[in-house]
Nanobody
Framework: QVQLVESGGGLVQAGGSLRLSCAAS????????MAWFRQAPGREREFVAG????????YLSDSVKGRFTISRDNAKNTVYLQMNSLKPEDTAVYYC????????????????WGQGTQVTVSS
């Protein structure tokens, strides 16, 4: 059983940056592909970024390409989401998730979830 704990959310002005962290425990971190999803009020949970378990291949949604990046530190059992040039439409609860396989883009394909961290971008 994998436990995931996100941190780093907060309030930032448009154009600013935040870095989210997700610390994993209870499993072999390097065996899991990791991803970030987000969910805004009244909207479905959507894929933001993913990173594969072995080669560290990165996948980004079109809405964040060029602004966000994802990385992982297997020695620290942590995955990061660096968010730059933030926009008000990036406001959402951001969730870290893990799957024992390839990166997926549908939330129902993931096994483990963190509790989420709120990101609010003011205009």
């Amino acid at each position: 059983q994998v436990q995931l704990v996100e941190s780093g959310g907060g309030l930032v002005q448009a154009g600013g940056s935040l870095r989210l962290s997700c610390a994993a425990s209870g499993g072999t971190f390097s065996s899991y592909s990791m991803a970030w999803f987000r969910q805004a009020p009244g909207r479905e949970r959507e894929f933001v970024a993913g990173i594969s378990r072995s080669l560290g291949i990165i996948y980004l949604s079109d809405s964040v390409k060029g602004r966000f990046t994802i990385s992982r530190d297997n020695a620290k059992n942590t995955v990061y989401l660096q968010m730059n040039s933030l926009k008000p439409e990036d406001t959402a609860v951001y969730y870290c998730t893990a799957v024992a396989g390839l990166v997926k883009r549908r939330p129902d394909e993931y096994e483990y979830w963190g509790q989420g961290t709120q990101v609010t971008v003011s205009s």
